[in-house]
């Protein structure tokens, strides 16, 4: 075989002091502001109060404020240093592979401790916890990387840590459960025996796997029990989406350091988290005129909230214990296939992105996860980072994007984020290797099912 000996850069790094040092808030931009979250009893809008049991002020402030900017703590600055900035690649001999003329760069956050994005939030929000003087967090965790993230968060600040994990990936990811631990953090398989809403939901047969709605549930109920105890979520909240703007802001340098500006911004969705993070910053140049990149979600063709979902109002989980928000949800008692991609199992979408896409400033495309784990393994083949099952959607349309290219000859420049590695998934890609894996197909009649419980909500 022919060796390749081009030098080419492959790496665009920034240095420590080149660290964006504020999250960036899109709302203020929005030519509409996005509905508010109403009380699940009243359905009148929710203020601080009733989100105090859950969140710290700092937090609640931060779900609702209207500044376009805001600063970074430095305690928290000085955690994100140890593995950011993160790097940006270009993905040269994936470009070669697909002999593509499509320029392909990954912003890769697999560098973080928890091999995720889900540091970016879990470190700010157990620094506001501890400022604010909780005892302990609790919360959900559907593929494990969020317990992980939230588990080292809350060991740095002094914080106890009980997290439930969803059944199937409790059951299918033994070694996230052990990272969870040896942070400090108490995992419970949900639904547990724990909760009044895990013994009332565990007692249907097809809860059995659980879901994050059910988990939600559950880690909710926990924390509004005892006055020492917060509850954490790792995507879907405007706060939580703020945080990963730091994925977005550092992009944007990144490319202006490689002198390329991107056509398509392509990311995987679960809740929504790494997508905005990445992409908001982008949007903002957008919205300003100086760019105009096509801004493109990924769904698992299993649970597509924002391709098959109603917008309405809705629970963020399955018991009905959390605000209504209005997001592209699949109903709150939808319970996805035990799909590999455990991240991107949740019946929601962020409400912020929901509202992005209904002003159609975004597009969104649902995968089937074989074809996913086939772009994994070209990718990891190639550039010899082995994702999560979850940028493996965004991985698969970057591809595609790419061969399109190859035949239009447009000019394709394709941004993605590589939100996570696969280093506890590789029972999935065994699964792919033996030619074990199978896309589910989702009768409608499910998907009607679950939305037949969806509140009605006078607007
Ligand atoms: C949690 C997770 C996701 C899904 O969450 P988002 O909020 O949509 O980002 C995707 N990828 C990885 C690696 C995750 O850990």
């Not at 609640?60 to 940006?88: F, K, N």
């Not at 005892?226 to 992009?251: C, F, K």
């Not at 929504?272 to 979600?297: M, T, V």
Request: hydrophobic share 40%; proline share 8%; with cysteine.
């Amino acid at each position: 075989m022919a060796i390749d000996e081009t030098v080419r850069q492959h790496k665009y790094t920034l240095t420590e002091d080149e660290m964006p040092t504020a999250w960036y808030n899109i709302i203020p931009d929005l030519p509409a502001p996005p509905p508010p979250p109403l009380h699940p009893g009243t359905q009148a809008p929710i203020g601080p109060e009733d989100l105090a049991p859950l969140f710290p002020m700092a937090l609640i402030a931060q779900e609702v404020t209207t500044d376009r900017y805001v600063d970074i703590p430095g305690g928290v600055l000085d955690v994100y240093r140890q593995w950011r900035p993160s790097p940006l690649f270009r993905a040269h001999r994936l470009e070669k592979a697909l002999d593509t003329p499509a320029r392909i760069y990954y912003k890769y956050e697999g560098v973080s401790p928890a091999g995720s994005h889900k540091p970016n939030t879990a470190v700010p929000q157990a620094y506001y916890n501890a400022i604010e003087g909780v005892r302990k967090l609790t919360t959900e965790t559907g593929a494990g990387q969020w317990g992980t993230a939230l588990a080292f968060a809350c060991a740095l600040y002094g914080l106890e840590c009980e997290v439930w994990q969803v059944g199937a990936s409790y059951d299918a990811k033994p070694y996230r459960r052990m990272m969870i631990e040896a942070f400090g953090a108490e995992v419970h398989r949900s639904p547990s025996d724990l909760t009044e809403a895990g013994r009332r939901l565990g007692a249907d047969p097809a809860n059995q796997s659980g879901s994050l709605g059910i988990a939600i549930s559950e880690a909710v109920e926990a924390a509004v029990a005892d006055p020492t105890v917060r509850y954490a979520l790792g995507s879907v909240l405007n706060h939580v989406l703020l945080h990963q703007t730091i994925i977005g802001e550092e992009a944007l340098l990144q490319m202006a350091q490689a002198g390329d500006t991107p056509t398509l911004i392509v990311g995987c969705t679960g809740g929504g988290s790494n997508f905005a993070g990445l992409s908001f910053p982008f949007l903002r140049e957008k919205l300003a005129g100086n760019i105009d990149p096509r801004i493109l979600a990924v769904e698992p063709a299993s649970c597509p909230s924002l391709t098959h979902g109603t917008y309405a109002y809705d629970y963020g989980d399955t018991a009905g214990m959390t605000p209504l928000m209005k997001m592209h949800t699949l109903g709150h008692d939808f319970v996805p296939d035990p799909i590999h991609a455990g991240g991107l199992r949740y019946h929601g979408m962020a409400p912020l992105i929901s509202h992005i896409y209904e002003l159609g400033l975004m597009d969104a495309i649902a995968v089937p996860q074989t074809e996913c784990f086939a772009a994994a393994v070209t990718f990891a083949r190639t550039e010899g980072i082995v994702p999560a099952p979850e940028p493996t959607h965004a991985l698969a349309m970057a591809i595609r994007e790419a061969e399109k290219a190859k035949e239009t000859g447009e000019e394709t420049v394709i941004l993605t984020a590589l939100c996570g590695h696969g280093h506890f998934d590789l029972a999935a890609y065994d699964a792919y290797l033996r030619g074990e894996m199978q896309d589910e197909v989702v009768s409608e009649e499910r998907f009607a099912a679950a939305m037949a419980t969806v509140p009605h909500v006078a607007e």
